[in-house]
Nanobody, 122 residues
Framework: EVQLVESGGGLVQGGGSLRLSCTAS????????IGWFRQAPGKEREAVSC????????YYTDSVKGRFTISSDNAKNTVYLQMNSLKPEDTAVYYC???????????????WGQGTQVTVSS
């Protein structure tokens, strides 16, 4: 059974930091690209960042470049999203996602986590 288990969400003041974790099981970590989408109230789910399990290459959406850092620990099948300088507009439910080929199209993603709430106060 495939599982993506997220943790690390919460409430933080603007300018603060949070670290999200996503632990994967049920598939070969190195064969997948794992990352994060987010969905704010009333908005579509958008791709935030991802990392390749095979070569560590990364992607960031423009709005988080320089503030968020994605990393992975392949021995623990875990991906981390370090979020610094958080802004109220980062408030959303953050979903861990995995696929053999990353896409910003939600319909194309093979596996999803249950989501974790991140709330940034002004």
């Amino acid at each position: 059974e495939v599982q993506l288990v997220e943790s690390g969400g919460g409430l933080v003041q603007g300018g603060g930091s949070l670290r999200l974790s996503c632990t994967a099981s049920g598939f070969t970590f190195d064969d997948y690209v794992i990352g994060w989408f987010r969905q704010a109230p009333g908005k579509e789910r958008e791709a935030v960042s991802c990392i390749s399990g095979s070569d560590g290459s990364t992607y960031y959406t423009d709005s988080v470049k320089g503030r968020f850092t994605i990393s992975s620990d392949n021995a623990k099948n875990t991906v981390y999203l370090q979020m610094n300088s958080l802004k109220p507009e980062d408030t959303a439910v953050y979903y861990c996602a995995a696929d053999r080929v990353w896409s910003s199209a939600t319909w194309a993603i093979e596996y999803w986590g249950q989501g974790t709430q991140v709330t940034v106060s002004s």
